[in-house]
Nanobody, 117 residues
């Protein structure tokens, strides 16, 4: 079993920055993919950014050039650096990892990001 603990959410003004962190712990054999997703009430959960074990990244078009995902394999941690935040970035952000030989998907509890003046 894998546990994910997210941190770094909060309230920020438009144009501001935040960094989200997610630490994975538990029975971790190998984490293949780490990523961030976000969800607003009444809508589906959407991919924001993912990063593979070999550091290949993928971003949603809406965040390209503003957000950067990174990971620390030694400490099973993934980060999301968010710059030039917009009100439409407001959402609950969820950490996700795909781990183990069965490529099981695990989710964090979510952290609220609110962009407002």
């Amino acid at each position: 079993q894998v546990q994910l603990v997210e941190s770094g959410g909060g309230l920020v003004q438009p144009g501001g920055s935040l960094r989200l962190s997610c630490v994975a712990s538990g029975s971790i054999f190998r984490i293949w993919v780490m990523g961030w997703y976000r969800q607003v009430p009444g809508k589906q959960r959407d991919m924001v950014a993912t990063i593979t074990r070999n550091y290949n990244t993928n971003y949603a078009d809406s965040v390209k050039g503003r957000f950067t995902i990174s990971r620390d394999n030694a400490n099973n941690t993934v980060y999301l650096h968010m710059n030039s935040l917009k009100p439409e970035d407001t959402a609950v952000y969820y950490c996700n990892v795909v781990a183990g030989w069965g490529s099981t998907s695990y989710w964090g509890q979510g952290t609220q990001v609110t962009v407002s003046s």
